[in-house]
């Protein structure tokens, strides 16, 4: 990851990092909710002014916006440390091994058992499912990934907000997506064809995300990758 300057303590331990910018977790919130606005649970706001024409100076506003995000995204949110350092960032081809979607039982198959983003699209397909007992839940990011490419076609990080959340345990990575692994796959797919990096991002990271559920490396997450093989043996997860 490249930017134009270096902040905050952690850059002090990492020589010649350059960030594209400070950030807090206010703009992470804010990032974030701009995402998910059409799909955050009712009651909404009338108007969108809180994502459109945000103070965040205004401790009312971010308190409103978290609360907001947490109605549909508290099961993610809740489990990142807030006292971590935060930094506009762009993605480009070097990092994209090291770049990982959202550890959780949905995207094991489709990303092969890896949650590697590279890896999501020789494994999307269509049909997936998991099933346990008379529970069963479709599994459809293939379709999600075909309607938001077309979209995608000429990115360009200078002027998108097409923002991905990420998390590390330090600026060098794995990085996590918290936000945004359909929109990394879309984009993704579309790189193989017509280049379109460096992506934007924002990346919450410090040594108190290594114990996060959602960090790749973390105890849970490389637990949960041997329940999620052990459910594709059961044919639950296919």
């Not at 401790?59 to 506009?88: F, Q, S, T």
């Not at 762009?90 to 590279?118: H, K, M």
């Not at 200078?158 to 600026?171: F, K, P």
């Not at 093989?229 to 639950?236: E, I, K, N, T, Y």
């Amino acid at each position: 990851m490249r930017g134009t300057a270096a902040f905050g303590s952690s850059a002090d331990t990492v020589a010649n990092v350059q960030f594209l910018g400070p950030a807090t977790r206010d703009d992470l919130i804010l990032a974030w909710l701009r995402s998910e606005w059409d799909r955050v649970p009712p009651p909404r706001p009338a108007n969108r002014d809180l994502i459109d024409s945000p103070d965040l100076s205004n401790a009312a506003e971010n308190a409103e916006r978290v609360e907001l995000l947490y109605r549909d995204r508290g099961v993610i949110l809740k489990e990142v440390p807030a006292e971590v350092d935060y930094a506009w960032v762009l993605i480009e081809e070097a990092d994209l091994q090291n770049l990982f979607i959202l550890p959780c039982r949905e995207w094991y198959l489709d990303t092969g058992g890896s949650f590697r983003l590279v890896d999501a699209p020789a494994n999307l397909a269509a049909g997936r499912e998991f099933r346990w007992g008379s529970y069963r839940q479709p599994i459809n990011h293939l379709a999600t990934v075909d309607a938001l490419a077309p979209k995608l076609i000429g990115y360009d990080a200078r002027t998108t907000d097409e923002v991905l959340i990420l998390i590390a345990a330090n600026w060098d990575g794995p990085y996590s997506i918290i936000d945004g692994s359909h929109r990394a796959a879309a984009l993704y797919r579309n790189s193989l064809t017509e280049p379109n990096l460096p992506w934007k991002a924002l990346l919450a990271f410090g040594p108190p995300i290594a114990d996060c559920m959602w960090h790749i490396e973390s105890a849970q997450a490389q637990a949960g990758m041997v329940d999620f093989r052990q459910l594709v043996l059961l044919g639950a997860l296919r």
